[in-house]
């Protein structure tokens, strides 16, 4: 993959590039600062972009704000936030135009290589890839949709973790379930959402996007 890494600390930076280009992907660009970030998107239009919030000049939100600029010029731009912080307003903003190839990851979360490389390729893939703690985060600010409201605790507790990029067969290690099983729960929450999409990952993005987008 093509990727472009905005990230304003030294060492965390080169660390990443270091990282992808060990699993055979290769880093176009780097970005330090908001504007470096998106004009390195746009330039590139890699990929994939890991992308820092906060970053200068003034250590807000410049990465996150590069970041949605960036997908309004170039619809579905893959893009995985990797911040410290959840900045719920923005992170909803992205996840708003519903066209997936989004991710968001705290930092102090990430302790697996390879579960953080297999993340980044969803993404790249026009999937979604979320935090479990970025989706507790959003969750927690907003209030369940009418058709949210219409599904069960256990179809909530599996498009929970459809949210995380968990494949069914994952999903079921996790809930002690079949995968058949979970396969139902999944054709369910779908009617209920209104989502009939015939492609399942167009239909996973779509359901995690009402999931997390949900005001």
Do not use: C
């Not at 990727?3 to 290769?26: C, F, K, N, P, S």
């Not at 968001?104 to 990430?110: C, G, I, N, R």
């Not at 494949?167 to 729960?185: H, P, T, V, W």
Request: aromatic share 6%; no cysteine.
């Amino acid at each position: 993959m093509r990727i472009v890494v905005a990230e304003d600390l030294y060492l965390l930076r080169d660390g990443m590039v270091r990282l992808l280009q060990a699993y055979g992907h290769e880093v176009v660009a780097t970005a330090a600062t908001g504007p470096e970030t998106l004009d390195a998107l746009l330039r590139w239009r890699p990929d994939v972009s890991i992308v820092d919030v906060r970053m200068p000049p003034s250590q807000s939100d410049e990465g996150l704000r590069a970041a949605l600029a960036a997908r309004g010029e170039v619809p579905g731009l893959p893009i995985l936030i990797l911040s410290q912080h959840v900045e719920q307003l923005y992170a909803r903003e992205l996840l708003a135009d519903g066209s997936g190839g989004i991710g968001y990851f705290l930092k102090d979360s990430v302790f697996d290589a390879d579960q953080f490389i297999d993340a980044l390729e969803r993404v790249a893939g026009g999937g979604t890839a979320m935090d479990p703690a970025v989706v507790v985060k959003l969750l927690s600010s907003g209030s369940s949709s009418r058709r949210l409201g219409q599904l069960t605790e256990r179809e909530h507790s599996v498009l929970g973790l459809m949210a995380e990029g968990l494949s069914n067969q994952a999903i079921g290690r996790r809930l002690f379930l079949s995968e058949s099983a979970i396969s139902k729960y999944t054709t369910s929450l779908f009617g209920k959402l209104g989502i009939t999409d015939d492609d399942d990952s167009n239909r996973r993005v779509l359901a995690v996007l009402t999931y997390l987008n949900n005001p």
